[in-house]
C-alpha cells in the first residue's frame, strides 16, 4: 500500500508559477513510477506528466511540455510538479498517482491515488 498527500495548490494568476509536492509513504517510494493527472469540473481526469521510477525516464503531455516540469527525490519519497506560465486551461485538480513501471498515460495503469489539490490560474 502507498498513500500519497499533494500539496502546494492554489491561486496564481495567468503567466504564474506554482510547484506541487507529492508525498509518498507505506512503502517503498522508488519501487514506483509516478505520474501527475488533472480533472476539470464535469471533465475526465487526464494524464500531465510522469517519471520512471529513477528518474531517468519522464513523458509529458502535449500542452504541458517546455512549460511544466516531473521530477522525483527518492530520498524523501515526493515527486514534484513545477507549473510555469499557466494560463486558466491549466486549472483543475491536480492528482499524484503511482503505478508498478511507467509506459501507460492510462488512469487505469495507476494503481495508487492521492486525494488532489486545486490549482486556479486566472486570466
Known amino acids: 500500500q502507498v498513500q500519497l498527500v499533494e500539496s502546494g495548490g492554489g491561486l496564481v494568476q495567468a503567466g504564474g508559477s506554482l510547484r506541487l509536492s507529492c508525498a509518498a509513504s507505506g512503502s517503498t517510494f522508488r519501487n514506483y513510477a509516478m505520474a501527475w493527472f488533472r480533472q476539470a469540473p464535469g471533465k475526465e481526469r487526464l494524464f500531465v506528466a510522469a517519471?520512471?521510477?529513477?528518474?531517468?525516464?519522464?513523458d509529458y503531455e502535449d500542452s504541458v511540455k517546455g512549460r511544466f516540469r516531473i521530477s522525483r527525490d527518492n530520498a524523501k519519497s515526493t515527486v514534484y510538479l513545477q507549473m510555469n506560465s499557466l494560463n486558466p486551461e491549466d486549472t483543475a485538480v491536480y492528482h499524484c498517482s503511482a503505478a508498478t513501471f511507467m509506459g501507460s498515460r492510462s488512469v487505469n495503469h495507476y494503481i495508487y491515488w492521492g486525494q488532489g489539490t486545486q490549482v486556479t490560474a486566472s486570466s
Open positions: 517519471i520512471s521510477r529513477f528518474g531517468a525516464a519522464t
